[in-house]
């Protein structure tokens, strides 16, 4: 959604755009065009789609007829899906919008309205459990739906997964808990939401993440703030 764009930050002007804790690259925004404005090497699209309105920057080959006549039917009033890299230029956010079309379906809309809907949740708190993980509960060997705590809560870290994790200090075990809480990502988790999720003082928290990769359980990623763990 576009008004998570708008709230998107970075550590630094080279630095990857976050959402909440989520490192973001391409993009895509279905909104209504509100204004046009053609311009000798690019076309500028004023967009909205209820939850924030933001430029979408799509740079123009004029030789090309076929390139010319694909963006040209776009108008305002228009619905469009936009997909691009969320850029900034002099303290005014946009998006580098590579590719650029028309909505011919209103269920679109409405479907990427969920659809963000969805994986907000899921980067919040875990995607919901399969099937099969739920194949020991009589009701769903049955194929009966089962019921009971939120698909979207911590259920699916049974106490076998966390028994390894008891016997550290508190707050270690609260930081390893939370990560296992977490859907898995290539790029780990930042420090940051570590340290929102778990409380307590900056200080204690890093002291506590330099334990858990002096023991071996957690190790750095990308970078020195992004962790993931070992087992």
Same mark, same amino acid.
């Given at each position: 959604?576009?008004?998570?764009?708008?709230?998107?930050?970075?550590?630094?002007?080279?630095?990857?755009?976050?959402?909440?804790?989520?490192?973001?690259?391409?993009?895509?925004?279905?909104?209504?065009?509100?204004?046009?404005?053609?311009?000798?090497?690019?076309?500028?699209?004023?967009?909205?789609?209820?939850?924030?309105?933001?430029?979408?920057?799509?740079?123009?080959?004029?030789?090309?007829?076929?390139?010319?006549?694909?963006?040209?039917?776009?108008?305002?009033?228009?619905?469009?899906?936009?997909?691009?890299?969320?850029?900034?230029?002099?303290?005014?956010?946009?998006?580098?919008?590579?590719?650029?079309?028309?909505?011919?379906?209103?269920?679109?809309?409405?479907?990427?309205?969920?659809?963000?809907?969805?994986?907000?949740?899921?980067?919040?708190?875990?995607?919901?459990?399969?099937?099969?993980?739920?194949?020991?509960? %009589?009701? =769903?060997?049955? #194929?009966?739906? /089962?019921?009971?705590?939120?698909?979207?809560?911590?259920?699916?870290?049974? *106490?076998? !997964?966390?028994?390894?994790?008891?016997?550290?200090?508190?707050?270690?075990?609260?930081i390893a808990e939370f990560m296992l809480?977490? %859907?898995? =990502?290539?790029? #780990?988790?930042? /420090?940051?939401?570590?340290?929102?999720?778990?409380?307590?003082?900056?200080? *204690?928290? !890093?002291?506590?993440?330099?334990?858990?990769?002096?023991?071996?359980?957690?190790?750095?990623?990308?970078?020195?703030?992004?962790?993931?763990?070992?087992?």
């Open positions: 959604m576009i008004g998570q764009l708008l709230n998107a930050t970075q550590a630094h002007s080279d630095a990857e755009w976050m959402i909440e804790d989520a490192e973001i690259g391409q993009v895509t925004v279905v909104a209504s065009v509100i204004t046009i404005k053609n311009q000798a090497t690019n076309c500028v699209y004023w967009i909205d789609d209820g939850s924030g309105r933001v430029e979408a920057r799509h740079w123009v080959d004029s030789a090309n007829e076929e390139d010319s006549e694909r963006w040209g039917s776009i108008t305002e009033g228009a619905y469009i899906r936009v997909m691009g890299g969320l850029k900034m230029f002099g303290n005014k956010r946009y998006i580098n919008a590579q590719h650029i079309r028309p909505v011919k379906d209103h269920h679109e809309f409405l479907f990427h309205t969920l659809e963000a809907m969805t994986v907000t949740r899921i980067f919040e708190k875990g995607p919901p459990p399969r099937p099969s993980d739920a194949g020991k509960d %009589p009701r =769903a060997v049955a #194929g009966g739906s /089962v019921t009971g705590p939120s698909a979207y809560t911590a259920q699916s870290n049974t *106490a076998s !997964s966390t028994d390894q994790y008891a016997h550290l200090p508190p707050l270690q075990r609260r809480s977490r %859907p898995p =990502a290539d790029e #780990g988790i930042h /420090v940051g939401a570590i340290a929102r999720s778990v409380g307590g003082d900056a200080r *204690a928290i !890093s002291e506590a993440l330099d334990k858990l990769m002096d023991d071996g359980y957690v190790f750095t990623t990308i970078d020195d703030s992004h962790f993931q763990l070992s087992v």
